[in-house]
């Protein structure tokens, strides 16, 4: 950690202890989550680190999609294309756009059947490197910090809903827990404090058990519900179908931190210098959205939905180097099973490309 680092870090573990004595000694995990990512200025998606890149000698911390192959935002576009024809709209909205790749591999591929392309974007930092990126589509693209009161297109989130912060519940000997942090001495320290909480699904047996429930993330799809008018959102992520998200042998949850390529399961330490992240509940996305007005389109593994879109013929048409990049976004032991695409919508329904073959909307 250089003395920058080092600095953002202090600063922001000094909030977090602050944060921490005011809410009287004790902060549920999910605001401490929100501090650590979103803090203005400090929080790892606030800062001016770098994020994304394939090679940790970049300074990156990981890579999604758009930056391991453009043919995955080519694909995607086939059925965001189909989407706008559907819907009878003209406006893509992309959630947190990182660094631009995929708005750009979208715009080239869209070309004019795309009039606008709203980037909603917290991080100032993250919106000054999409700018530079993106200028070559002069207005048609724009930035807003929050959703409108009522809008229409079709939107894009890719690794958005895993960002989102999560309360973590735990149950020891048969009782369950909120999980959250103190400060302990010099540093921040896990304290965990009997609650009424519960996750969606009894969780069999007796052992002791970690996971995660999304108020946040649910709470974001029922906004979206009732502030979009017509349209179509697709979200790719990694997660599961609650009955596999809340199996009694995934009894350590999902949440994961990751820096420089590597990952590991302390978020705790140097707050504001790694990626906080876990895994979805596409069953309680679905739900939330359904309960606010969204239908589901569909629901499939990335693999399944980037091949219904084409990418395997892209992929032949492509150098060697080209295809070699981008066979981990369908590849069964790398992206293309633990990453699922949820589709919901507003308006008449249609048989979605994405998802004409191996749609899992039944395993909801």
């Known amino acids: ?53 394939t090679m940790p000698s970049s300074g990156s911390d990981f890579v999604t999609a758009p930056e391991m192959s453009p043919l995955f935002g080519r694909a995607l576009a086939v059925q965001v294309a189909e989407a706008l024809e559907k819907t009878g709209t003209r406006e893509v909205w992309e959630f947190g756009a990182g660094s631009g790749a995929l708005a750009a591999q979208l715009l080239e591929a869209l070309g004019t059947s795309a009039r606008r392309y709203t980037i909603v974007e917290l991080s100032a930092s993250l919106r000054e490197r999409q700018r530079e990126r993106l200028a070559r589509f002069g207005q048609r ?24 912060p999560v309360k973590l519940l735990v149950r020891k000997g048969g009782t369950w827990h ?3 942090v103190a400060h302990a001495g010099d540093a921040l320290a896990w304290e965990d404090r009997p609650t009424d909480l519960r996750p969606p699904v009894e969780v069999a047996g007796p052992h002791d058990y970690l ?12 906004t ?23 199996h ?15 990952a590991d399961t302390e978020p705790l330490a140097e707050p504001g210098q790694k990626d906080i ?8 996305i679905a739900v939330a959205a359904q309960e606010a007005g969204l239908a589901t389109l569909g629901y499939t593994s990335q693999a399944r939905f980037l091949v219904n879109c084409g990418i395997v013929p892209l992929m032949a048409a492509a150098d060697a180097k080209t295809r070699i990049a981008a066979q981990p976004l369908i590849a069964e032991h790398e992206m293309g099973e633990l ?7 507003k308006g008449p329904f249609w048989d979605a490309r994405g998802f004409g073959e191996g749609d899992r909307t039944h395993t909801l």
């Open 1 to 53: 950690m250089n003395h920058g680092e080092a600095s953002v870090a202090s600063a922001l573990e000094a909030l977090i202890v602050r944060q921490v004595a005011r809410a009287g000694g004790w902060l549920p995990f999910d605001r401490f989550m929100a501090s650590a990512l979103y803090a203005p200025g400090l929080g790892y998606y606030a800062n001016a680190s770098r994020k994304f890149g």
């Open 141 to 164: 693209v724009r930035w807003v910090d929050q959703l409108p009161e009522r809008f229409s297109g079709v939107v894009v989130g890719n690794e958005v809903l895993d960002a989102m």
């Open 178 to 180: 909120e999980r959250g």
């Open 211 to 222: 996971t995660e429930i999304h108020p946040q993330a649910e709470a974001f799809v029922r």
């Open 224 to 246: 979206l519900a009732d502030r979009l008018e017509r349209g179509a959102a697709f979200f790719l992520d990694y997660g599961f179908p609650e009955s596999e998200y809340y």
């Open 248 to 262: 009694p042998q995934r009894h350590m949850g999902t949440l994961m931190c990751h820096r420089g390529h590597m």
């Open 277 to 284: 992240t876990a895994h979805v509940n596409f069953t309680g």
């Open 339 to 345: 990453f699922k695409v949820l589709a919901l919508h």
